[in-house]
């Protein structure tokens, strides 16, 4: 189990909820937990990428829901002022309508919400003919099951990388791998353990992990900051950090070496996303689609690390998956670039599933058939 903390949650009592996330702008240099006492700064911290990684969102977004109605005293007295029980149900679900604007690509965060509803509506006619008692009810129903979603993600976590590990084994046919990711997919994108680091990390654990290469991960250097800063926090076997630009000359395989040490390939690439559609098209951070490409080319197997709760069998294809775009800021303040330079900074992009060897779950890996279609729907 890592040893870094996205999160404190703390509940005394059962019905006294509290929160504090670790803000990751701030890492690798300072450690420091910021409270989150409400649904607006629940919504801040996601949004402002204090915190980041699709599971981590939808956590975040119900734990800080939970904290608002149970002990946020503004809301309290708003749910005092709601005379029936329609009106809590509403007032709720306008909290949850809110938290679901934060970040627009991470599907995790929208089927928290659909199936936090289901319970909602649950709880709603089980009381519903004793207004105190559906109040308490319904926020009840937040409470557990924004506990149930913390403790689900952990052991969610430690079968992706079960699976993981060995489809990879499997796959290259060698005893010792060496890996390759982009962006942050560990314990700071997740409750803990992690999705792609989560198998790089299982890898680790039973002594068949040889290297593992972090791509920085341009423009926000998720990769350089966290991924990075969880290697060497976590001593990872063989961890090292690499610029973008250079994945296609670490995967290249040759018989010298490009510096004097250098012996690491690339053996498997593992990286996290953010929606998996029913085709198996994929979107994550920004340059996982240029990452496929390489591995392709290079014929190196490219895995997708995602919990049930990242496929959206909803949509077809990435052609629907809405791609959320940053501010020209953030690109220019991390590349010292002009500052009145006009700026495109997407945050996602879509990998086609022609590119992707397998999708782990933690469930199971699905594979693509003969023809190499992915049944993500089937699976589900």
């Given at each position: ?258 510096r004097v040490g250098q ?77 009145n330079v006009p700026c ?37």
């Amino acid at each position: 189990m890592s040893n870094l903390q996205s999160l404190i949650y703390s509940n005394k009592g059962g019905s006294n909820p509290k929160l504090q996330v670790l803000d990751q702008l701030l890492i690798p240099h300072e450690k420091v937990y910021l409270d989150v006492p409400n649904v607006e700064t629940a919504w801040s911290v996601i949004r402002e990428m204090q915190i980041r990684g699709a599971p981590l969102i939808a956590i975040v977004a119900l734990l800080g829901l939970s904290v608002d109605l149970n002990t946020n005293s503004k809301t309290i007295k708003e749910l005092d002022d709601l005379k029936d029980s329609a009106k809590v149900l509403r007032y709720i679900q306008d909290k949850m309508a809110y938290l679901k604007t934060s970040r627009p690509t991470a599907v995790n965060l929208s089927n928290a919400l659909e199936e936090l509803e289901v319970a909602l509506q649950k709880a709603s006619k089980e009381e519903e003919k004793n207004e105190d008692s559906c109040r308490a009810c319904l926020c009840k129903a937040v409470l557990e099951y924004s506990e149930f979603m913390l403790q689900r993600d952990v052991s969610d976590n430690k079968a992706i990388g079960k699976y993981g590990a060995q489809a990879i084994l499997e796959k290259t046919g060698k005893e010792k791998v060496d890996m390759l990711t982009i962006c942050n997919t560990g314990s700071l994108a997740t409750a803990g353990y992690g999705t792609a680091l989560g198998v790089v990390r299982s890898l680790d654990e039973s002594g068949n992990l040889n290297s593992i290469s972090a791509l920085e991960t341009r423009p926000y250097n998720q990769g350089s900051r966290l991924t990075a800063f969880e290697i060497m926090e976590e001593k990872m076997t063989g961890g090292q950090l690499i610029c973008d630009s250079s994945a296609a000359a670490l995967m290249k395989k040759t018989s010298h070496s490009f510096r004097v040490g250098q012996t690491k390939n690339v053996d498997a690439v593992v990286v996290g996303a953010d929606r998996v559609c029913a085709n198996g098209d994929t979107a994550n951070k920004i340059g996982t689609y240029n990452l496929s490409i390489i591995a392709a080319f290079h014929k190196v197997p490219f895995y997708v690390a995602a919990p049930i709760t990242s496929l959206d069998i909803t949509l077809k294809s990435g052609d629907e998956i809405p791609i959320e775009e940053r501010s020209a800021d953030e690109l220019i303040n991390t590349s010292k670039a002009p500052a009145n330079v006009p700026c495109w900074n997407p945050a996602f992009d879509v990998t086609p599933a022609m590119n992707i060897t397998g999708i782990i779950t933690e469930k199971g890996v699905i594979k693509p058939d003969t023809e190499g279609h992915f049944d993500v729907k089937g699976f589900v």
